[in-house]
């Protein structure tokens, strides 16, 4: 079946690229055979870079405030970080095969018109995270400036959000190349000021304490791990796909899963243990760091490193924050926006820094409520991936380029399976999640009782079972019913 011309495919024909400038050009579009480059390992960089930050240290008291022991909480929070980066790795498989983002790719499974929903949920997703990782890096700098006997008011926070916010925006708005060495120049200084700060603070572990910290029931360590895994690779899944796009379709499939794996992994996994090391070292310094995770875990540092420390951590967050700007763009692409890729992600800047400036200068409190976000946008995107995944597995050709633009392609306009499944997944998944943080959020968990899991108030309240459950609806879902419909696809390319 040969693709038609449409108006979405014109749109992608404008968006091909150009011989390389200071931005890029590249939008929806899938790369041209000329600008793929590289190897799996330069995949090491963006993904250690956005995961490096000391913000990581302050799981440790997240893990051990579900009341488990340090053994248990180092099980859970290694088992979901690997894990969930190991999916973030399978998803980036499509970047290779398919050469676009991965909010495009998705249209395969969900169809052109269908694969609005899941953009607009990605789109949601990246903007909130980009948006909170700024509002942190702001909020440190103010903190650290207090510690040091520095002004710490207003003038304080507005200069580091114009700061923080430039370096975001415009590397957002310049583009691949330009992330990916910004991102390598924040791998190697936030790495070795980071180890500088494990050292420092080594003399505050008391092994007696840790050891001694009783173990918790199988419903807390269900929720420490599921904390783990929307804290980090279910909070990238949705992007996976957008750095391997440029890399050549010879580029080894293993080589693509091990090294995104690898680098979005190792730090955090580094990180929580050393935070878990201090918070089950000192109770009184785990439920500060629970209250306000940067101040808290500056005030064990000799004051001459304090400079450092908001380097690393400002930095750090500024990793995260680019391949969600970046990503952010593409997904508001990909939900049907028709305007060049740097314009998106400056739409997306705005909406970061007016969302800043009302988390730093106006919100009462922070983390719970972006706890309470992460969690209930963390179902439907499990669903996704469960989707996601599955179609990956089916398939067993490259995608057909030009029909992930075309609505009358194979891929057809809606495919309304995979949206009942990502519908279904979260129905169900928010009924198994509880929401403390947020009052608007309390009518979640509605499942929790008549399943006899305790209610709101019972064991199993805190494990987010809900996350795992539409993960798992959206995969084995899809792998039962839509192997024939794949099928189809990859055999309308012979017709």
């Known amino acids: 079946m040969a693709a038609q011309s449409t108006p979405d495919a014109v749109e992608a024909a404008r968006e091909a690229p150009t011989p390389r400038v200071a931005v890029e050009t590249n939008g929806i579009n899938v790369i041209t055979e000329a600008e793929r480059k590289g190897t799996p390992r330069q995949l090491f960089w963006p993904w250690f870079g956005a995961n490096v930050s000391v913000f990581g240290l302050a799981y440790g008291s997240f893990l051990l405030g579900f009341g488990i022991s340090f053994w248990q909480a180092i099980l859970a929070g290694v088992i979901g970080i690997v894990v969930s980066f190991l999916l973030c790795g399978l998803v980036a498989i499509a970047g290779k095969r398919g050469s676009a983002p991965t909010l495009v790719l998705s249209r395969a499974a969900f169809g052109v018109n269908g694969n609005r929903v899941p953009s607009v949920l990605s789109w949601v997703l990246t903007v909130g995270w980009e948006t909170a990782l700024v509002s942190l890096a702001t909020l440190a700098t103010a903190q650290v400036f207090d510690q040091l006997g520095w002004s710490s008011g207003a003038a304080t926070k507005v200069v580091a959000l114009l700061v923080v916010a430039a370096l975001v925006v415009g590397g957002g708005v310049l583009g691949f190349d330009v992330i990916m060495r910004m991102q390598a120049v924040i791998t190697w200084v936030t790495g070795i000021l980071t180890v500088v700060y494990i050292v420092l603070v080594a003399d505050h572990v008391d092994w007696s304490a840790v050891s001694a910290l009783p173990s918790g029931s199988t419903a807390a360590f269900i929720g420490a791990l599921v904390l783990a895994m929307t804290g980090y690779g279910f909070g990238w899944v949705n992007a996976a796909a957008d750095y391997s796009r440029y890399l050549p379709r010879t580029a080894s499939t293993r080589g693509v899963v091990g090294w995104t794996t690898f680098g979005g992994a190792l730090a955090p996994v580094v990180l929580l243990l050393a935070g878990l090391l201090l918070a089950g070292s000192d109770s009184e310094l785990s439920a500060a760091i ?182 798992v609806i959206g995969l084995v879902g899809t792998l039962a019913l839509r192997r024939s419909a794949v099928r189809a696809q990859e055999q309308a390319a012979t017709r």
């Open 290 to 471: 629970g209250l306000d995770p940067i101040g808290a875990l500056g005030t064990i540092l000799p004051t001459w490193f304090l400079v450092p420390f908001i380097l690393v951590v400002v930095l750090g967050l500024i990793g995260g924050a680019l391949l969600d700007i970046y990503s952010s763009g593409l997904s508001l692409l990909a939900a049907g926006l028709r305007v060049p890729r740097p314009v998106a992600a400056t739409i997306d800047g705005t909406l970061m820094v007016i969302g800043t400036i009302a988390v730093v200068f106006f919100a009462d409190s922070f983390i719970g409520p972006f706890q309470g976000f992460l969690i209930t946008l963390g179902v439907p995107i499990a669903a996704w991936c469960g989707v996601m995944l599955a179609d990956i597995a089916l398939r067993k050709r490259d995608y057909a380029e030009a029909d992930l633009f075309d609505p009358r392609g194979r891929y057809g306009s809606v495919q309304p399976v995979p949206l009942v499944l990502l519908l279904l997944g979260t129905v169900l998944g928010w009924g198994l999640v509880t929401n403390t943080y947020a009052g608007w959020l309390d009518w979640q968990g509605y499942l929790l009782e008549p399943l006899g899991l305790g209610g709101r108030d019972g064991a199993w309240a805190y494990a987010n079972l809900g996350v795992l459950l539409a993960f």
